[in-house]
């Protein structure tokens, strides 16, 4: 599974982002979140167009911070917690009957008339009455022709 760092307070978040750029204050986050430090500190230096040096820096408690489940696009992802990214075919785990059965087959998400998450599951022509616990992408189909 995969995890990142999100903020809690969404607003401070964009404006991280927006002051630092999304992929530098991602970074700095990290690596400072294994270490000892309450806080999180974000610095940068940079020089403007009339040669004079710009500093900002922001400094914020880590419990601003939550790790949170991410999708994997080549792994197995938990359900519900986690949706699939978009309308297709995906390899599922199913239970059946009180975890009696587990078994895995290519079932199709997509958009559902009512809110029921399981709902959103067919396979085939039917509607998926089994609990779907997880999904991942589909490998890529065998081709013959390629394997030689």
Wanted: charged content about 30%; proline content about 6%; some cysteine.
């Amino acid at each position: 599974m995969k995890y990142r760092y999100e903020f809690k307070n969404k607003a401070l978040g964009e404006a991280v982002y927006t002051i630092f750029g999304e992929e530098f204050a991602r970074d700095e986050i990290e690596q400072q979140m294994p270490d000892f430090d309450d806080y999180i500190r974000i610095e940068v230096d940079e020089w403007d167009a009339n040669n004079k040096l710009f500093n900002s820096h922001i400094e914020f408690p880590k419990t601003e911070i939550e790790r949170t489940l991410i999708y994997d696009d080549s792994g197995w992802n938990p359900y519900p917690e986690i949706e699939p990214p978009e309308s297709g075919e995906y390899l599922t785990t199913l239970i059946s009957g009180n975890m009696a059965l587990v078994h895995y087959t290519a079932a199709t998400y997509g958009p559902s008339a009512s809110d029921c998450k399981s709902c959103r599951w067919h396979i085939g022509n039917i509607l998926c009455r089994d609990e779907i616990i997880a999904f991942r992408e589909l490998p890529e189909k065998y081709d013959p022709e390629k394997s030689e």
